[in-house]
């Protein structure tokens, strides 16, 4: 069945979600945090591709695989991936200003 390979893929997706979140969380060195960013846009990417074009789900419209879960996944990986790329951007924008510590810059000029 589609839906249930595509549930094993998007299960191991979501625990690799989980996990760099976890790390994001735990680990306040900027460099490290931006390759995690950098490593959770192929998770959301994939994640997005696998419901709709590597496995796919149901092909019945009023199955709730294809009229729920298909949308919902699609909506939550791109949210990953736009979040990502701007986390990325703002620590690797805040790189050469100072330390960012806590979501705050502190500039040690």
Known sequence: MRCQSTAK??????????????????????????????????????????????????SKVHMTCRSLTLPMLSLISIVLVVFAGINTVYLWKFESKG??????CIDFK
């Open 99 to 104: 330390e960012i510590y806590d979501g705050i």
């Open 9 to 58: 893929a998007e299960l191991v997706l979501g625990i690799l979600t989980i996990a760099v979140g976890v790390l994001m969380l735990l680990i306040k060195n900027r460099k490290f945090r931006i390759g995690l960013n950098i490593a959770a846009i192929p998770i959301g990417i994939l994640a997005f591709l696998f419901p709709n074009n590597i496995t796919g789900v149901c």
